[in-house]
């Protein structure tokens, strides 16, 4: 079935530092991506999104890609915040009747002063 | 709009007992989910329902009945609850297709003693 692999953490940076998690996928079609955030005692709140190949969602400075031909949708942000601290959750949405979002098991940011 | 909403915040119960968690959506939407959030395994579908009067299996389904009430409100029981479901757990709703944004309430955090 799908799946999505995201990279473990917890990462820890700090502020001003560049921001890479990797996250790739297996899936039959061709799934819808996304990236949610969760920040400490909160639900998750959708960050960005991407509906095809090469498209490239964006907010709050995070970007990610759709890329195809390597199955990943990496998040990148180019200064990193201490209020980023959160735990990132990369999903795809299956595209069978249920529609359901497939998630990877977290990385958790923390941002340094 | 208050969007995704849950009850309770937080629960307590006794090996055995019964409850049920309570979810509405004030944004229209056909598609409602229940996902369950346990450390380093990401978020996993329990049940779903895909519009009114429909509901379906997730992935982890055994121990928990669920009801479509009506388009806004989806429940969640546990008939008699184990330690292992003690958990944080997740109501999402979206208006119904692959790259539409599930939007998540603030969630339910339930211990099992």
């Known amino acids: 079935g799908d799946s999505v692999t995201q990279m473990e953490g917890p990462v820890t940076l700090s502020e001003e530092a560049f921001l890479t998690i990797n996250c790739t996928y297996t899936?039959?079609?061709?799934?819808?991506l996304f990236w949610y955030v969760q920040y400490p005692g909160e639900g998750l709140q959708l960050l960005l999104k991407?509906?095809?190949?090469?498209d490239k969602g964006s907010n709050k400075g995070f970007e990610a890609t759709y890329r195809k031909e390597t199955t990943s949708f990496h998040l990148e942000k180019g200064s990193v915040q201490v209020s980023d601290s959160a735990v990132y959750f990369c999903?795809?949405?299956?595209?069978?009747?249920?529609?359901?979002?497939?998630f990877g098991k977290g990385t958790k940011l923390t941002v340094n002063p | 709009n208050a969007g995704v909403t849950q009850t309770p915040k937080f629960q307590v119960l006794k090996t055995g007992q019964s409850m049920t968690l309570q979810c509405a959506q004030d944004?229209?939407?056909?598609?409602m989910y229940w996902y369950r959030q346990d450390p380093g395994m990401g978020l996993r579908l329990i049940y779903y329902?895909?519009?009114?009067?429909?509901?379906d299996k997730g992935e982890v389904p055994n121990g928990y009945n669920v009801s479509r009430l009506n388009k806004r409100e989806f429940s969640l029981r546990l008939e008699s609850a184990a330690p292992s479901q003690t958990s944080v757990y997740f109501c999402?709703?979206?208006?119904?297709?692959?790259?539409?944004?599930?939007?998540f309430g603030p969630g339910t955090r339930l211990l099992v003693l």
């Open positions: 329902s895909a519009s009114e009067g429909t509901t």
């Open positions: 899936a039959t079609g061709y799934p819808s």
């Open positions: 991407a509906t095809k190949a090469d």
């Open positions: 944004m229209n939407h056909n598609s």
């Open positions: 999402a709703s979206k208006l119904g297709t692959p790259i539409e944004t599930q939007y």
């Open positions: 999903a795809l949405s299956d595209q069978g009747g249920s529609e359901k979002l497939v």
